[in-house]
C-alpha cells in the first residue's frame, strides 16, 4: 500500500491556482509533521510547506504569501492550495514527513506553470 498518493497537478497560466492533495498512510498521518516538497528539471528536491500535528504551519521564502498548506484528520489528506503560480513554481510535487526519514516517496504530481 503506497504511503503517500499525491495528486492534484496540472497545467495552469501564470497567475493561476491550484490545490494539490495527498492521501496519507494513516499510521504516518497522525503523528507527524508533514511537508509539501518540490523537485524541478535539474534541481534539487526542496521543502516549501510544513504543517504540524496541531496546525502550525511554515514556508519557505519562494513560496510564502502564495501557498497555504493544510490537514484534514477524518480524510487523512494534506492539501496545497497555490495562488498566483509563476514559472519557476513548476516542477514535481510530494508530500512527505517533514524531516523527511528514509522511505519510499509517492509518484508526485506535475505542476506545469505556463502561457
Known amino acids: 500500500q503506497a504511503q503517500f498518493v499525491e495528486s492534484g497537478g496540472g497545467l495552469v497560466q501564470p497567475g493561476g491556482s491550484l490545490k494539490l492533495s495527498c492521501l496519507v498512510a494513516?499510521?504516518?498521518?497522525?503523528?507527524?509533521?508533514m511537508g509539501w516538497y518540490r523537485q524541478a528539471p535539474g534541481k534539487q528536491r526542496e521543502w516549501v510547506a510544513i504543517i504540524l500535528p496541531e496546525g502550525s504551519t511554515k514556508y519557505s521564502d519562494s513560496v510564502k504569501g502564495r501557498f497555504a498548506i493544510s490537514r484534514d484528520a477524518a480524510k487523512k489528506t494534506v492539501y496545497l492550495q497555490m495562488n498566483t503560480l509563476i514559472r519557476d513554481d513548476t516542477a514535481v510535487y510530494y508530500c512527505?514527513?517533514?524531516?523527511?526519514?528514509?522511505?519510499?516517496w509517492g509518484q508526485g504530481t506535475q505542476v506545469t506553470v505556463s502561457s
Open positions: 494513516e499510521d504516518i498521518f497522525k503523528d507527524n509533521t
Open positions: 512527505n514527513r517533514f524531516p523527511w526519514q528514509p522511505g519510499p
